[in-house]
C-alpha cells in the first residue's frame, strides 16, 4: 500500500498544505512521495523519516521500543533486527535504551543493569 497524506492530522494540528509544502522544502523535500513518515513535533516543526537510507537520522530503537518505519526503510524485519540484538548479547529490544543504524552496523545503548 503506498504512503498516504493524512489529511484530518494536518488539519488537527492547523496545518496548511503551504505550510506543510513549505517545511518539508525546508528539509529539501520536493515530492510527498519522498516522506515515509512525518511527526509534527511541539515546537510546530516537522521531524521527516525520508524513504531512503542515504538519510536516515532516526533511531531503529528508543527506550525498548522498535521504529517500524525505520526498519521498513533499512528493508530489513523484525527477525533480522533480534538476530542482531542476539549477536550482541541481548535477549531483547526491552533491554535497549537507544539503538542506531550507523555505517550498516546496529549500534546500541542499553539499559543500565541493576545490581
Known amino acids: 500500500m503506498a504512503n498516504q497524506l493524512c489529511v484530518n492530522n494536518c488539519?488537527?494540528?492547523g496545518l496548511s498544505a503551504d505550510q506543510?509544502?513549505?517545511q518539508l522544502r525546508t528539509q529539501g523535500?520536493?515530492?510527498?512521495?519522498q516522506v515515509k513518515s512525518a511527526l509534527m513535533e511541539q515546537t510546530g516543526h516537522i521531524t521527516i523519516?525520508?524513504?531512503?537510507k542515504e538519510d536516515l537520522h532516526f533511531p531503529?530503537?528508543?527506550?525498548g521500543k522498535v521504529n517500524i518505519d525505520v526498519l521498513e526503510v533499512l528493508n530489513h524485519d523484525e527477525n533480522w533486527l533480534m538476530k542482531q540484538l542476539t549477536c550482541q548479547g541481548f535477549a531483547g529490544v526491552e533491554e535497549i535504551f537507544l539503538?542506531?543504524?550507523l555505517d550498516e552496523e546496529?549500534?546500541?545503548t542499553?539499559?543500565?543493569t541493576s545490581h
Do not use: G, Q, R
Open 60 to 63: 531503529l530503537i528508543t527506550d
Open 29 to 33: 523535500i520536493d515530492n510527498i512521495k
Open 99 to 101: 539503538a542506531e543504524y
Open 11 to 13: 488539519i488537527y494540528v
Open 110 to 112: 542499553p539499559y543500565p
Open 106 to 108: 546496529l549500534k546500541i
Open 49 to 52: 523519516l525520508k524513504n531512503s
Open 20 to 22: 506543510l509544502m513549505a
